[in-house]
């Protein structure tokens, strides 16, 4: 079974701090996601990545970034957070089949 | 641009009833569909999907859906629910010209009564 893994379930955070989610996959995906997940607005694409050091920008990539050195390791990076990225945070890997597959979440708070 | 309509955001029914979910979607040519359920506190799971062929797709967890070209549509339906399916349960859509980038929809919240 294709595993997603994050680094962490629940995180708090103040606002201006630098925060790091990683995400691992063990099936050798070439492409993986970051969504956020907030009430009534479904999913939204923060960033993806078709392939090592390779990044495109979703649907709401304002405020992130992202960084990808290996294959199976895809972390995304709040420079500076702020309170309205509040929220949880989805990573996903995609094989060939083009489903996706989700890592447990983690739910980050800025305060 | 492609989009994915879930018009309940809330679905109220009782343990042994049947099941549908609406999803309606936006695209011209055909899509690839998809279903995730996200139980509590978890990732999204995958149900089934649709890509071509046969338009009636069996999936896990006694699910099934079906794809209507004619009406954008891609409901899911399950025969009879049971407690252990309370959950949200999402719809997506991806496409050639998109990069198979699925663009998901809000999400349909299902509430089962004992």
């Known amino acids: 079974d294709v595993k997603v893994t994050q680094s962490s379930r629940y995180l708090v955070k103040r606002t201006g701090e630098k925060v790091f989610l990683e995400c691992v996959q063990d099936?050798?995906?070439?492409?993986m996601f970051w969504y956020r997940q907030d009430p009534g607005l479904g999913l939204r694409l923060i960033y993806f990545s078709y392939d090592v050091k390779m990044k495109e920008k979703g649907d709401i990539p304002e405020g992130y970034s992202v960084s990808r050195e290996k294959k199976e390791r895809f972390s995304l990076i709040l420079e500076s957070a702020s309170t309205n990225q509040t929220s949880m945070y989805l990573c996903?890997?995609?094989?060939?089949?083009?489903?996706?597959?989700f890592g447990p979440g983690t739910r980050l708070t800025v305060t | 641009a492609q989009s994915v309509t879930q018009p309940d955001i809330h679905i109220t029914v009782s343990e042994g009833a049947s099941l549908e979910l609406r999803c309606n979607y936006s695209?011209?040519?055909?899509?690839?569909l998809f279903w995730y359920v996200q139980s509590p506190g978890q990732g999204l799971q995958l149900l089934l999907k649709?890509?071509?062929?046969?338009?009636l797709v069996q999936g896990i967890k006694g699910f099934e859906a079906e794809f209507k070209r004619s009406q954008s549509s891609f409901n899911l339906r399950k025969p009879s629910v049971h407690w252990s399916d309370a959950a949200e349960y999402f719809c997506a859509v991806g496409s050639s010209g998109g990069s198979y980038i699925p663009t998901f929809g809000r999400g349909t919240s299902l509430i089962v009564h004992p």
């Open positions: 695209y011209g040519a055909t899509p690839y």
């Open positions: 099936m050798d995906h070439e492409n």
């Open positions: 649709y890509f071509s062929g046969d338009t």
């Open positions: 996903a890997s995609r094989g060939t089949s083009y489903e996706q597959y």
